[in-house]
């Protein structure tokens, strides 16, 4: 029938991740919270866990170079540490920034950390992470659209 044609037409343009693979990038960039919901709601995780320099190579090679996504690094506003969504430990010395390859310094007398909260240093709750520097920041609002990155 017209109808299962039509089906099954819509299912072969389907493409499900590659199980061996720890994480993905859907195609469409969607804000901070709404690329949450739809790794919750299409993969059953959450954004990627990116963790470790293994972490950081995979997801450049699979957003390319000179590109951003959000991933799961997360803080609440009104609390200075950060966390992973996945609940995943963090691996810096420093819960504060919860990885070692933040990309913001304050000035040349500060260690690369997370940028404040608020208009001060343009900071934002959820992190991004930025191919051609192979590190995170949080200078990116979190409403605006980006592509973003599920653990898998």
């Given at each position: 029938s017209e109808a299962f044609d039509a089906l099954e037409e819509a299912i072969s343009e389907i493409?499900?991740?590659?199980?061996d693979e720890p994480i993905v990038s859907p195609p469409d960039p969607l804000s901070c919270q709404k690329a949450q919901q739809f790794c919750k709601d299409t993969y059953g995780t959450n954004l990627a866990t990116i963790a470790t320099d293994e972490d950081r190579l995979e997801a450049i090679a699979i957003l390319g170079e000179g590109e951003e996504a959000w991933i799961g690094l997360y803080t609440h506003p009104e609390q200075t540490n950060w966390r992973f969504r996945s609940g995943e430990e963090c691996p810096s010395d420093s819960?504060?920034?919860?990885?070692?390859?933040?990309?913001?310094?304050?000035?040349?007398?500060t260690a690369l950390r997370p940028r404040c909260i608020g208009p001060t240093?343009?900071?934002?709750?959820?992190?991004?992470?930025?191919t051609t520097e192979n590190g995170v920041d949080n200078d990116v609002p979190s409403e605006i659209e980006l592509r973003f990155l599920c653990d898998n």
């Open positions: 493409s499900c991740p590659d199980p819960a504060y920034k919860c990885v070692d390859f933040w990309l913001y310094q304050l000035n040349e007398n240093e343009q900071g934002y709750e959820c992190a991004n992470f930025k």
